[in-house]
């Protein structure tokens, strides 16, 4: 089985300053990872993903994650947040063979001061 | 490009009665998989139905059913319902079974509530 654990709650930085998000994930075989936003009142939607090859994954709006096998983490960074950034983050994994499902992270919130 | 439909937006039941939600994919996705967002939580994995079949299910008891229809599109049952069944309840598609890599794109969700 896996399980995500994302340390930090919620997480309050100034604009323009930069985030990290963390995700670190447990399980026994190769997992493929991903990073979902959730702004109020609407469903997920993708930011990146991780399958294989380069483990620096860029993907939307900025954002950025860094997948560490030895760590397995897979953190998420913004070099420079903006107030639109504010929503709620989930780390998820599934891992890499047929027939399983995901498993998502309990969420942090990203609140972006003015 | 329609994205991925779900209704009612809101519901709101009393304790053991029936509910039935619904999802349609987005445009071209075979795929449909169900979630459960608790207020405050992640989105928990219900079940997941390709070709009209379910093919994985998470830990939830068999008071959750589904169904897939030859068009894609699916529904979520939910008998006997229970107070901690009130969530968000999350449609998510994507082309080809999602566990391979596949994008799954969520649907804005069923917000029901349970008195």
């Known amino acids: 089985a896996q399980s995500v654990t994302q340390l930090d709650s919620q997480v309050p930085v100034f604009e323009e300053a930069p985030v990290e998000l963390r995700c670190n994930y447990s399980s026994s075989v190769s997992v493929y990872l991903f990073w979902y936003v959730q702004y109020p009142n609407q469903g997920l939607q993708l930011l990146l993903k991780?399958?294989?090859?380069?483990?620096l994954v860029k993907g939307i709006n900025g954002f950025e994650a860094e997948f560490n096998k030895s760590q397995t983490s897979f953190h998420l960074r913004k070099p420079s947040v903006h107030i639109s950034d504010t929503a709620e983050y989930f780390c998820?994994?599934?891992?890499?063979?047929?027939?399983?499902?995901?498993?998502f992270g309990p969420g942090t919130r990203l609140s972006v001061l003015p | 490009d329609a994205g991925v439909t779900q209704s009612p937006t809101h519901l709101i039941k009393t304790r053991g009665q029936q509910v039935t939600l619904r999802c349609s994919p987005k445009?071209?996705?075979?795929?449909v998989s169900w979630y459960q967002q608790a207020l405050g939580q992640g989105p928990q994995f219900i079940f997941q139905?390709?070709?009209?079949?379910?093919?994985q299910r998470g830990n939830f008891p068999d008071r959750f059913s589904g169904h897939q229809f030859p068009n894609y599109s699916s529904e979520l049952n939910v008998n006997a319902l229970l107070l901690g069944d009130s969530a968000l309840y999350l449609c998510?598609?994507?082309?080809?079974?999602?566990?391979?890599?596949?994008?799954?794109?969520f649907g804005p969700g069923t917000r029901l509530l349970v008195l």
């Open positions: 445009s071209g996705h075979d795929t």
């Open positions: 139905y390709y070709e009209e079949e379910e093919r």
């Open positions: 998820a994994v599934t891992p890499d063979n047929y027939g399983q499902n995901f498993v």
């Open positions: 998510a598609s994507s082309f080809g079974l999602a566990g391979l890599g596949e994008t799954q794109y």
């Open positions: 991780y399958l294989s090859g380069s483990t």
